[in-house]
């Protein structure tokens, strides 16, 4: 990924960095992902490891396995690489990668943001985008356990 990203960089190209769980992959993520790849060029996604989401969320996540998730987010025509990266937040990987841009939900205050010091300190900006609501994994859980519990009741 970093010699892609190199790459992009010699010809000009703004490098997107976002990150998150992507675990259930529904119409909130499609709609965020789809404006962060606006944000620039070459839009390069971080997807936290089976093991990250489990220190994060809690032992019953994530639903679905790191190699399904990053495949699924690979398979979107304006994501251009994807990594998995192990550990609680990005920072090691941001400062790896060094991208032009970093976008979060707007649920996160720029100040929040791991990396956004990072990024605007080497010239980058943070871009924050507005969430879609009633889109989350967690409610997505929540009404497929309710729909399981109402049948068997």
């Keep these: 990924m970093k010699e892609a990203i190199e790459r992009v960089?010699?010809?000009?190209?703004?490098?997107?960095?976002?990150?998150?769980?992507?675990?259930?992959?529904?119409?909130?993520?499609i709609r965020y992902l789809h404006e962060a790849k606006n944000c620039g060029d070459y839009l390069v996604v971080g997807v936290n490891s089976d093991k990250s989401?489990?220190?994060?969320?809690?032992?019953?996540?994530?639903?679905?396995?790191e190699q399904a998730r990053a495949e699924l987010l690979a398979a979107l025509c304006f994501v251009?690489?994807?990594?998995?990266?192990d550990e609680e937040d990005p920072l090691t990987l941001i400062s790896y990668?060094?991208?032009?841009?970093?976008?979060?939900?707007?649920?996160?205050?720029?100040?929040?943001?791991?990396?956004?010091?990072?990024?605007?300190?080497q010239g980058g900006e943070v871009i924050r985008i507005p969430l879609i609501p009633h889109y989350s994994t967690s409610d997505i859980i929540r009404r497929i356990v309710d729909l399981d519990f109402q049948g068997m009741r």
Excluded: M, Y
């Design 9 to 29: 960089k010699r010809e000009g190209k703004r490098v997107v960095f976002t990150n998150g769980c992507f675990d259930i992959l529904h119409l909130g993520h």
């Design 53 to 65: 989401v489990k220190s994060i969320k809690g032992k019953n996540r994530p639903v679905i396995p």
């Design 80 to 85: 251009d690489g994807v990594v998995i990266f």
């Design 97 to 121: 990668l060094q991208p032009h841009v970093l976008v979060k939900g707007a649920d996160w205050e720029e100040s929040e943001i791991i990396g956004a010091d990072l990024v605007t300190e």
